[in-house]
């Protein structure tokens, strides 16, 4: 059944490409397909989140200060539902649906105003590319200035429709979920085919709370049976449910060291257990928080059994000064109901130097343990730079030699004991990946890191650094044979310097096993097809790069990419300036092509667009003009 919203033709309103002054023609990069199509919309707006449906329409949603820039035509219609209270945000949260060229709105749909400042993420319940399921939507909500975890950060809810069968008209529930500022904006949660939520609720890497809980399907707390911890109307519980006598209510894995042992074994056996580190090494310990200490948590006691006589995890680590770890990311497969969770946890180094180690859980849909992963080779030294987990998605594809769990991690620091090299993967020792590891001498940046492992036994299968070059690098005259970056140097010749590169929190995977990623860096690669181009620092080596924002399409084996494309403020090539002006929160694999959305910057401390204004084509006669404050952008573009 269509959805009934659909408005009619509207006043003009051109959208045109505006040059910073002193700029030229000259300097705009933009290249790409005479199909794409790249526009503002919305003003003093944000857009955050896409999703895909399998009638060929996309939705897409964020936030605004208002809905004053909405074009006469376009009807909003406003969601109904049980809404509880949260501080009023002043904001406006809304899902918009599009057609395939996201060159018509055919419904706008809003939460009340002041409820939420945006809605952050949608996801559903279907495999990619199979009948839309139900659509979850998660959203960020106003947090008090000195905020705990007891304060509700952001909501989860689902829709009583999914537009392809019906129009959606209302929230069937809402919960809103305790969180911090930085959980409330990373918001790690998924949701399984049949509609079970896990989410991360808490406070990271504090002294107070950090948990992971579970919904049902209709949206109240629910029990999975081999979680470590539960709760009845008697309190708090430890073990498998059926071992007490009042039935439980509800779970949760509580990642918190004093007084706790998830994450720990708890016994001798489980503590000196030795399993696979996922690339032909050896880890020890059944849980990851067991290299942390000198022994396994003891339930009676709540101490350590001290079985190592020096204090110190096997290999030379401590846990950190606070006791809470910290969930970066959570995926459900939805064929088998399997739940992975990333995160990390603060440590000290053998000499007592901070760090930060990551993990990767496995369990299965009723909570029992499969494998973790460290995703380094932990048992051949010390790894002294911070690593997280930021992302995780599922390949859905049955290409059982690719890996099916998608991870994107991160590292502050470019030590050589780091997470696992392109060229050093066991299982495919003559397929680097593209980007085999990080280079250059700069130690203080973020180099993130793209990596495919099989989902049932957590064994690496490829990987590749994503770590862009810095402004000024030296690089090698060495190429790439690829047509698609013939005039780029190759990453790992000459050793060049990289710079900090952060990849967002969606990944999405196309039919083929390509991954398609967003993130910000400085002298980004780009390929002969983007859209949007950064000189490359071999072909014009007196040209200005720019941070800016980009998206790139990994092929399925991590050795290469399909395309790689900024959007950003069309900066003076000359100067450098005008440019890194731009976000961009979501991506999608869209109908030959991909579909990314974010929002432009305002200068600092004033709500003045900042930057040069972003080239702009085929933009639709409703579509904003002309930037005002943070503006919201969408970009299809087609390779």
């Not at 995926?331 to 440590?347: E, H, L, V």
């Not at 400085?522 to 941070?547: C, H, I, Y």
């Amino acid at each position: 059944m269509p959805n009934p919203l659909f408005f009619g033709s509207v006043a003009a309103a051109i959208a045109f490409l505006i040059l910073l002054p002193g700029a030229s023609a000259a300097t705009d990069p933009a290249g790409g397909t005479k199909k794409d199509a790249v526009f503002y919309f919305g003003t003093d707006t944000e857009l955050h989140a896409s999703l895909p449906l399998s009638d060929g329409t996309v939705l897409v949603a964020g936030g605004s200060k208002s809905l004053d820039w909405l074009p006469a035509g376009i009807q909003t219609t406003a969601l109904t539902g049980d809404f509880p209270s949260t501080l009023a945000s002043g904001r406006t949260a809304w899902l918009c649906r599009m057609d395939a060229t996201v060159g018509k709105v055919l419904g706008f749909l809003t939460l009340p105003p002041g409820f939420a400042e945006h809605i952050t993420f949608l996801k559903s319940t279907n495999i990619p590319g199979q009948a839309t399921g139900a659509i979850l939507i998660s959203g960020r909500l106003t947090l008090p200035e000195k905020a705990s975890k007891s304060d509700p950060g952001y909501f989860i809810a689902r829709l009583d429709a999914n537009f392809v069968d019906a129009p959606a008209k209302a929230l069937e529930w809402i919960t809103l979920i305790n969180a911090t500022s930085s959980l409330a904006d990373s918001q790690p949660w998924d949701v399984d085919a049949t509609g079970n939520v896990v989410y991360a609720t808490g406070d990271p890497h504090s002294y107070d709370w950090m948990a992971v809980n579970a919904l049902d399907e209709k949206g109240q707390p629910r029990v999975v049976p081999h979680w470590p911890r539960h709760w009845s109307e008697e309190g708090e519980m430890e073990g498998t449910p059926d071992l007490w006598p009042a039935p439980a209510k509800y779970s949760a894995i509580l990642l918190k060291t004093q007084g706790r042992g998830d994450f720990r074994s708890l016994n001798a056996a489980d503590f000196s257990l030795e399993s696979s580190d996922g690339n032909g090494g050896i880890k020890k310990g059944k849980w990851p928080f067991d290299a942390m200490f000198d022994g396994f948590f003891n339930t009676e006691t709540r101490k350590t059994e001290k079985i190592l006589p020096d204090g110190k995890g096997y290999y030379g680590y401590r846990w950190g000064n606070t006791p809470c770890a910290n969930v970066g990311a959570i995926a459900i497969d939805r064929r088998n109901g399997t739940m992975f969770i990333g995160g990390n946890n603060k440590s000290k180094l053998p000499e007592g130097e901070p760090d930060f180690e990551p993990w990767v859980v496995a369990m299965d849909m009723k909570g029992k343990l499969m494998w973790w992963q460290r995703l380094y080779p932990e048992s051949a030294g010390t790894s002294t730079p911070d690593q997280y987990v930021d992302a995780l998605a599922i390949d859905y594809n049955a290409i059982p030699a690719l890996g099916d769990l998608i991870v994107v991690a991160r590292c502050h620091g470019n030590n050589t004991n780091n997470l696992w090299q392109g060229d050093k993967i066991l299982a495919n020792k003559g397929a680097p990946g593209f980007q085999k590891q990080f280079t250059g001498t700069n130690g203080n940046a973020h180099y993130s890191w793209l990596g495919r492992m099989t989902s049932q036994e957590g064994e690496m299968r490829h990987a590749t650094y994503i770590a862009e070059f810095n402004e000024g690098a030296k690089v090698d005259k060495n190429t790439y044979s690829d047509p698609l970056l013939s005039t780029w140097p190759r990453f790992d010749a000459g050793w060049p310097d990289l710079n900090t590169t952060k990849v967002r929190s969606t990944v999405q995977v196309d039919p083929a096993g390509r991954i398609l990623i967003a993130g910000t860096g400085r002298r980004v690669l780009t390929t002969s097809n983007a859209f949007q181009k950064m000189p490359s620092p071999l072909a014009d080596p007196e040209a200005k790069g720019s941070w800016s924002d980009f998206v790139r399409v990994y092929r399925a084996d991590l050795s290469g990419t399909d395309y790689s494309s900024l959007i950003s403020g069309a900066w003076d090539w000359t100067t450098g300036q005008g440019g890194g002006n731009v976000t961009l929160d979501s991506v999608c694999f869209f109908k030959d092509g991909i579909l990314t959305i974010g929002h432009t910057h305002t200068e600092k401390e004033s709500e003045t667009p900042g930057g040069a204004e972003v080239p702009l084509r085929n933009a639709p006669a409703w579509a904003t003009p002309a930037r005002k404050g943070q503006t919201g952008i969408i970009a299809r573009l087609y390779f």
